[in-house]
């Protein structure tokens, strides 16, 4: 099979498209032949050698990637026969996405609704079991005012959605136009170019005096930093990424000034309702076969992987990629 292998840490040209053995289902596992594999901003870090909190950068030479859907293909051994020929999608045990075929064992997967397609389901069992995750932790109510940063992203553009279908008033911060009015039509009721170093104030002028109560912000940097100002008195601030390259400053003297909340939304906290994370994979398939989210999606032929991690790294990209053999 076709896959595409990294090995020697580096910039994005260092993935090679290239032909390597077929993986074999071992006990309790199936192959899948894959339709779509998901990229996620965190594997351009691993792949430039640099770890990310728990997750270490991998051992040499390897594929990349941590989630796939497509047909169950073959079957390890006790897997029940049933499964041969389904439609799934789930996450794998380590790496190994970027590729025509991957193992995973049967207790990761999800069926996929006959109505949905595989590059969605791909981009709902993580970016849009993430995105129900950190909104649960918001508590966010009908009413409320809340900023998303990265509104045009694979998991902005979810909350964007997701906050609307809840009643929330929704503030959207992208960067350039053309993303800024995708975030408007995904349902931001203010959308705000983050590159327009005068964005603040155009919000607390569209506000007419109200303060932001909530915030997500996944970009970090001088735009979360200006996201963080706006919060009013008593107001939460989730952090869930850095695309900027560096997490938002926040010292405990900000906290205190403002009287606000700040949260690490990623990890344990996202499954404080949900339970497990196969539940909260559940109810982001569910939302996306009701209609509720509609991810975006950018896709890349799987040979051109390392053409999506240099968009990506580079902010050239919206929504979530996905990369189809």
């Not at 998901?38 to 728990?54: N, Q, S």
């Not at 909104?135 to 964007?160: Q, R």
Request: glycine share 14%; hydrophobic share 40%; with cysteine.
């Amino acid at each position: 099979m076709y896959a595409v292998r990294l090995h020697e840490f580096g910039p994005a040209e260092n993935l090679r498209y290239e032909q390597v053995a077929a993986p074999v289902p071992g006990r309790g596992q199936v192959r899948i032949d894959v339709q779509a594999s998901g990229v996620h901003f965190i594997e351009t870090t691993l792949r430039a050698g640099r770890g990310v909190g728990p997750h270490r950068a991998p051992e040499l030479p390897v594929v990349l990637g941590g989630e796939v859907a497509g047909v169950v293909s073959a079957l390890g051994p006790d897997v029940d026969r049933s499964w041969l020929g389904r439609r799934v999608v789930g996450t794998l045990e380590s790496y190994g996405g970027y590729a025509e075929q991957a193992v995973t064992t049967i207790d990761a997967l999800h069926h996929i609704p006959d109505h949905l397609t595989a590059e969605t389901a791909v981009t709902v069992i993580t970016t849009g079991s993430t995105t129900l995750g950190i909104l649960d932790s918001s508590n966010a109510k009908p009413g409320d005012v809340a900023l998303v940063t990265s509104a045009a992203g694979g998991i902005g553009a979810l909350l964007v959605q997701a906050l609307r279908h809840q009643g929330v008033i929704v503030v959207g911060v992208a960067g350039g136009p053309e993303k800024v009015r995708l975030a408007r039509s995904l349902g931001a009721y203010i959308a705000v170019d983050y590159r327009d170093p005068h964005w603040p104030d155009a919000v607390r002028d569209a506000l007419k005096g109200r303060g932001v109560g909530i915030v997500f912000d996944g970009v970090g940097g001088t735009a979360g930093r200006q996201a963080f100002d706006l919060l009013a008195p008593g107001g939460r601030f989730l952090l869930h990424g850095w695309s900027s390259g560096a997490a938002t400053r926040i010292t405990t003297d900000d906290i205190i000034e403002h009287a606000c909340t700040v949260t690490w939304a990623i990890g344990p906290r996202m499954l404080e309702r949900a339970g497990t994370i196969n539940a909260l994979q559940d109810r982001a398939i569910r939302a996306a076969a009701d209609g509720v989210l509609h991810p975006l999606i950018t896709r890349y032929p799987l040979g051109r992987a390392g053409d999506a991690h240099a968009d990506l790294e580079n902010r050239r990209t919206t929504g979530k990629i996905v990369l189809v053999p």
